[in-house]
């Protein structure tokens, strides 16, 4: 967009020479080199893994590098000292906000900004100085809320505000759209757009082609920890990045009309209670019917969780009725929504899918442990586990060393590998599948999504509940929008544009809206 | 019932509620400073014990009163120092830290008492702060009694309240020492050193914790005894759940524990005392405490990374 201002005579902000970081026997960054000019944007494309956030928090003094250099504005930054990347001109927008709760934006944006010793904060000028920078740039956010109560979108804005009060420079922004709609999205490049106008530079850290093809000037590709390919992003397109990051071609998955059936779940006027700031659920009807995969689009903390932990057996309907298999759910446990044949993939495989210290075997017989053949009249079956985890681990190429293996010591991939067989060896009715491909490599994404395509085409009911609305489109065969916890009506596949849906998960259309507004 | 009226309007009852909150006052202001900053204090116990005793030990060797206070303090900035570094830099249990702290400076103190005065049976006396009557304020009918006739160190207490709560709020160190406990990683990203703020927030707490322990040798009674401190730490650390972890309702929580206590003091020699056991009416303030604590913590904010230890790299 700026091929004008980055020729011969702009300068070098930002060097990276020879970055080497090992983490044991990993290579995260091997001699990583990397050049930013005034007024520009580089992206830094990678897949998850690829070690594009281990470089930046080099950059940024958060690790020390085993080897290599970084030199800004032409002066070498002193390494593992985050205050002298601040004093350099380097802001960082971290993937996971680095905000208090509960402090005040204007007292999160002054942190660190004021001498420790002096007496005063000097709240009314920062204030005047945060409403100045938030009219420069188009970040509007309120400057006395406590950062707890903001959207994430505005979270993120006070993350950027607070780089551009220290007058940064260079600006890095690891994963800045990976929370956002797209309405936001598009809000965040306007803001970037105005920041290079003024003279900053920036490096956008992504692994959303389209965005990165939207947004930078020039490319950086990053795999398996070393820099594959460099180039400027008028001279190629998305399939030629895709190809470079990921290292071979890749298909996605082929999606055949779906032949849907009975419902096998039924949710009628079911409401939730809310918890603090996240919403429950809102009158909300929902039929996931045989041989379909129903989509469930929305920025996260908008009722996914209630929905999420409703249909898992983690908590009862507050009015309204749960209809399975045609009966009524009187009772509602999360053995009963087992039984009930409900498969579940849960949001955080770390945390509700897996005990990190139990091996394979013991997580493979997590839901089952209680019914023949794993166990007989309340005796553990070890070698019946053992088969069964076996079975598993050859039927869904989970790379391990054996079923004894302690499942901590799995990559993502592979983790959720044994989690999918887990679920999908029962041929479960109801498949609730949450986020079940995040933080996953393309590689494994295409083969979680074939599993999923593949249920459904046996004739399981398939909810899928993502954050990423390429995903949601590009399998669902109807999608659901939710917003607060209200659900948008049915909407058949194609039938709405991606901005569209992003309307609806910013919250317009919504009967209830209509009237407020 | 008119005995209790009586009781409740008298000036010496509210003049004791204010002597006796005074030393929770300086505690809970020091175990303020070290929670807001992310780390729980359970080193209160015993570092007040060891403020008791030093300070005492310092005046009864010959030094002037406050340097008593400033010995008092160093000895417990001393132990604040073994507390902080075993619970910021070495990331250890808070928990296991502290009430080893406790158990360490209790002993050490009792040690110290008995190597110093292997001889002595009743506890010897000093000359402690005398009440000190601030001019036409102190003759405001019960008021003046009870908040200007007090000695230096009940002053010196509500003066720290007052400068703890405006270095929290109005300063940017105040800004600092906040955001370490809540979010450290965000301190981290803006340059700060999260080691430095904590240790030091856990160094000068401690010292405040030691004083409010020397308030009682120096200020309320005259002498050092074993288990004169008697829990009050314990009661400290409720104090800063149930103001909420600010300066202003903890001094209100001070108060309100310090009047039932002396209101039960005074019940005791009412007739209904020969009616009812005395234990009774020395459970009553903790009864309250508790019930007083369950009302008001259900909205309280804690600060989100207490007892969470940073560690620089952690992902």
Known sequence: MNQDKTGAQSETVLRLNGITKRFGALVANDAISLDLRRGEVVALLGENGAGKTTLMNILFGHYVADAGHVEAFGEPLPPGQPRAALEAGIGMVHQHFTLADNLTVTENILLGTVPLWRMGLGLGQAKARIAQLSKDFGLSVHPDAKVGTLTVGERQRVEILKALYRDAKILILDEPTAVLTPQETDALFETLRKAVALGLSIVFISHKLHEVTAIADRCVVLRHGKVVGEVNTADTDRHALASLMVGAEITPPEVSPATPGRALLQLRDVSTPSEGAVPGLDHVTLDLKAGQITGLAGVSGNGQAALSDLISGLRMPQNGAMIIGGADQATWSPRLAVHAGIARIPEDRHHTGTIADFDLTENTILETYMDPPVSHAGWMNWSAAENMAQEVIDAYDVRCPGPSTRIRLLSGGNMQKLILGRVLERNPKVILANQPVRGLDIGAITYVHNRLLAARDAGAAVLLISEDLDEIIQLSDVIHVISEGRLSPEFPRGAKTPAELGLWMAGQGFDGDAHAA | ?315
């Open chain 2, 1 to 315: 019932m008119m005995e209790v009226l009586d009781i409740l309007l008298s000036a010496s009852f509210w003049a004791a509620a204010v002597r006796i909150a005074s030393p929770l006052i300086f505690a809970t202001m020091g175990e303020i400073i070290c929670e807001r900053a992310g780390v729980l204090n359970l080193g209160i116990e015993g570092i007040m014990v060891i403020g008791a005793f030093a300070g005492w030990m310092a005046v009864y060797q010959g030094a002037p009163l406050w340097s008593g206070v400033a010995v008092a303090m160093l000895a417990g900035m001393l132990f604040g120092l073994l507390h902080a570094t075993l619970t910021v830099p070495f990331g250890l249990s808070q928990h296991v830290v502290g009430l080893g702290v406790t158990l360490l400076a209790t002993s050490t103190s009792y040690y110290a008492y008995r190597l110093i005065l292997p001889e002595v049976s009743s506890p010897p006396k000093i000359e402690p702060f005398q009440p000190f009557e601030i001019p036409i304020l102190a003759d405001i009918p019960i008021i003046g009694e009870a908040l200007f006739a007090q000695t230096p160190l009940t002053y010196a207490a509500f003066g720290l309240a007052a400068l703890v709560a405006f270095a929290l709020y109005r300063t940017p160190l105040g800004l600092a020492l906040r955001s370490v406990g809540e979010n450290p990683a965000a301190a981290e990203a803006q340059g700060l050193s999260v080691t430095g703020l904590r240790m030091g927030a856990v160094i000068v707490g401690s010292g405040f914790m030691a004083v409010g322990g020397s308030f009682l040798t120096l200020s309320a009674f005259s002498s050092f005894f074993f288990e004169m401190v008697n829990g009050r730490g314990w009661i400290c650390i409720a104090l800063v759940v149930f103001g909420m972890w600010q300066p202003g309702k903890a001094v209100l929580g001070a108060l309100l524990y310090a009047a039932f206590d002396a209101f039960q003091i005074r019940l005791q020699q009412l007739p209904i005392g020969n009616v009812v056991p005395y234990q009774f009416f020395l459970m009553m303030p903790y009864i309250l405490s508790i019930a007083a604590l369950i009302a008001m913590s259900r909205r309280a904010e804690v600060p989100a990374a207490l007892m969470v230890p940073f560690n620089r790299g952690d992902r």
